[in-house]
């Protein structure tokens, strides 16, 4: 059965510091990958999906950046991080693109 | 603006009670989907629905795709606590396939 990985569960960053979000997908290949970042109890805005190896769609402008360095790595990165880059980030994969998505456990991340 | 409009944005209701949540668009869609989320983890998906009209049902829940596939609703018989959660609806359109999220609706099942 298929599985994802995402890590770390929670993290504190300061103003300025590189972020480093992994995610992994396990017992599937060749998936669509997305990172989606989420306000506290609402809805997911889509940041980065990806529909193959190196392949990198970016939605909405931002500090953040994603690469897919393996098949089933997606990585969601950021040289400097901002206070308004706080929320909760999840890490989706799908069969098709569009079709029904699988969540990791997601990382709450706070910039202080 | 949000392309799926999700309402009411809260819901609270006594155990036993029936509850229904909407999920509206402009714009067709070859499917949409349900998925519930709790505090601090990934959501879940419930179901895809992906024909007009069509109805599914899982156990307590029932979802229904309107006709022109631009809004979907999700009807929970009987409440229980167990049912508390953010429900949201989720979509692709035809012409881009990206899968975009309503805002949600916090549901509060009380005991």
């Known amino acids: 059965s298929q599985t994802i990985h995402q890590w770390p569960a929670t993290l504190v960053q300061p103003v300025g510091s590189p972020l480093s979000l992994e995610c992994t997908v396990e017992?599937?290949?060749?998936?669509?990958l997305y990172w989606y970042r989420q306000a506290a109890g609402r809805g997911l805005q889509l940041l980065f999906y990806?529909?193959?190896?190196?392949?990198i769609s970016s939605e909405v402008p931002q500090n953040l950046s994603a690469s897919r360095p393996q098949d089933r790595q997606f990585i969601l990165s950021s040289k400097k991080l901002l206070l308004s880059d706080s929320g909760f980030y999840l890490c989706?994969?799908?069969?098709?693109?569009?079709?029904?998505?699988?969540f990791g456990q997601g990382t709450r991340l706070t910039v202080v | 603006t949000q392309l799926l409009e999700q309402s009411p944005q809260f819901l609270s209701i006594q155990e036993g009670e029936n509850l229904t949540v909407y999920c509206n668009s402009s714009?067709?869609?070859?499917?949409l989907q349900w998925y519930r989320q709790e505090p601090g983890e990934g959501p879940v998906l419930l179901v895809t629905?992906?024909?007009?009209?069509e109805v599914k049902k899982l156990k307590r829940l029932t979802f229904q795709f309107g006709d022109a596939r631009k809004d979907s609703s999700l009807h929970i018989t009987a409440a229980q606590p167990g049912d508390t959660g953010l429900y949201l609806c989720?979509?692709?359109?035809?012409?881009?396939?990206?899968?975009?999220f309503g805002a949600g609706t916090t549901v509060t099942v009380r005991a």
């Open positions: 989706a994969w799908s069969v098709l693109i569009g079709a029904e998505a699988f």
């Open positions: 017992g599937t290949s060749n998936p669509n």
């Open positions: 990806s529909v193959g190896i190196g392949q």
């Open positions: 714009s067709v869609f070859s499917s």
């Open positions: 629905v992906v024909t007009g009209g």
């Open positions: 989720a979509g692709a359109r035809s012409n881009d396939y990206k899968l975009s």
